[in-house]
C-alpha cells in the first residue's frame, strides 16, 4: 500500500524557518512535488524535484523555499525560510510513477505564519 505521510508543519513567526519532510511508503516515485493550499484558494504548486535531482521552485518561493529528496530513504523535504502569512496554507506532498502514470498525495500539514 503506498502512503504518503507529511510532518514538520507548526505555527511560526514571520521571517521564520519550517522544514517539511514526506515519507513515502509502498514503492518509489519518479517525479515528487509539494503543493499548497489555502482557505478559499485552489491548490497550487509549490515545488518539484525528479528522481535524478533537478528541481523547480515557483516563482513565490524562489530563494526562499528549496526541495530536495533522499531516494535511498524514500523521503521528500521542503526547506522554507524567510516565511510570509501569506505563506500559511496546507502543504502536501505529491509523487508520481510514469510508466504507467500513477499519482499520490500526503494528507496534508498544516504551515501558519504569523505577524
Known amino acids: 500500500q503506498v502512503q504518503l505521510v507529511e510532518s514538520g508543519g507548526g505555527l511560526v513567526q514571520t521571517g521564520g524557518s519550517l522544514r517539511l519532510s514526506c515519507a513515502a511508503s509502498g514503492r518509489t516515485f519518479d517525479d515528487m512535488d509539494w503543493y499548497r493550499e489555502a482557505p478559499g484558494k485552489q491548490r497550487e504548486l509549490v515545488a518539484t524535484?525528479?528522481?535524478?535531482?533537478?528541481?523547480n521552485v515557483v516563482d513565490f518561493g524562489l530563494g526562499r523555499f528549496t526541495i530536495s529528496r533522499d531516494n535511498a530513504k524514500n523521503m521528500l523535504y521542503l526547506q522554507m525560510n524567510n516565511l510570509k502569512p501569506e505563506d500559511s496554507a496546507v502543504y502536501y506532498c505529491?509523487?508520481?510513477?510514469?510508466?504507467?502514470?500513477?499519482?499520490?498525495w500526503g494528507q496534508g500539514t498544516q504551515v501558519t505564519v504569523v505577524s
Open positions: 505529491h509523487a508520481e510513477t510514469m510508466s504507467p502514470f500513477f499519482d499520490y
Open positions: 524535484i525528479t528522481r535524478g535531482g533537478t528541481t
